[in-house]
Each structure stands twice: as structure tokens, then as C-alpha cells.
């Protein structure tokens, strides 16, 4: 094995430039996902999303705080995929990963204390929580996690 190669896409070498997110694999996942954070128009390249977050540093936004949820999960979890490949030689596709970064994403804003006003009720409702599923005691996300990672 190349210790040099992307284990990702094979394609270039394995460099934090490359594996956020200008490798085929992890542009993937960030493209299949950043609609959901108000990201779109967003270029898959660290230095961008970067850029972005940087100009809403101070928002207190509901979006921006999303924005920020889904970039973190997407460096964990792309980061977490390089190293099983690495370390354990185990596989999963871009769908799995931008899965379980919607998933994250999804139970951290359940637990979130959040102001009831009507554009957090908009965005809770893009991500299909109601009421029942705020502020529950994260043990959901806790059997998500044990389960997502044995189906490595």
C-alpha cells in the first residue's frame, strides 16, 4: 500500500488540502450533504468553506450554527473513513459517510437548546424534528453511533 496515495479515490497524494475536499470521494460526500447546511453554492476546497464560515463568524444564526454542526461532522467522519481504511482495511461508500453525517447532525439539533422563533421552526422542520424529538436524553444517538460504526 502506498502510504502517499489518497486511500480514498487512489487518485493523488494524501494531503489535509486533498482529503478536504477536493478528493473525488470526500467532494462526494460534501456535495451530496452541504445543500442541507444553506452550503450549496460552497466549492468543495477547505479554503472556501473556510472563507464561508469565516464571513459568519459572529452570526448567532440557527444556519450558521447547522453550518458549522455539518462541516465538523464532515472532517470527523471523512477523517474516520481514511483511518479505517488505514488501520482496520475496512470500506464504505460516500452514501454511508454522508449519511451518517446528516444523521450527526440531525440528533445534535434534537439536543440543542434553541430559541423558539419561527426561522429555527423552519429549519427543525427541513431536518423533520418536531417538538417530541427536541432536547431528548441523546441515548438515540448513542445506539446510532454503536450501530454505525459495527456496520464498518
Not at 446528516?102 to 422542520?125: F, H
Request: hydrophobic share 45%; aromatic share 10%.
Amino acid at each position: 500500500m502506498n502510504m502517499m496515495c489518497c486511500l480514498l479515490c487512489y487518485a493523488d497524494n494524501d494531503s489535509h488540502t486533498h482529503l478536504f475536499f477536493e478528493c473525488k470521494y470526500s467532494s462526494q460526500v460534501w456535495i451530496s450533504i452541504r445543500q442541507k447546511a444553506g452550503m450549496e453554492s460552497v466549492n468543495p476546497k477547505w479554503a472556501d468553506i473556510v472563507d464561508w464560515l469565516v464571513l459568519r463568524a459572529r452570526s448567532k444564526s440557527v444556519a450558521t450554527y447547522v453550518a458549522r454542526l455539518m462541516v465538523a461532522a464532515s472532517a470527523y467522519y471523512i477523517w474516520q473513513e481514511r483511518n479505517a481504511r488505514i488501520f482496520k482495511n475496512q470500506l464504505r461508500p460516500p452514501e454511508v459517510i454522508s449519511k451518517a453525517i446528516l444523521d450527526t447532525v440531525r440528533y445534535k439539533l434534537m439536543g440543542a437548546k434553541l430559541k423558539n422563533t419561527a426561522s429555527v421552526q423552519r429549519l427543525l422542520g427541513k431536518w423533520k424534528i418536531n417538538d417530541n424529538d427536541i432536547n431528548d436524553d441523546g441515548a438515540d444517538l448513542f445506539r446510532f453511533i454503536e450501530v454505525g460504526m459495527s456496520h464498518d
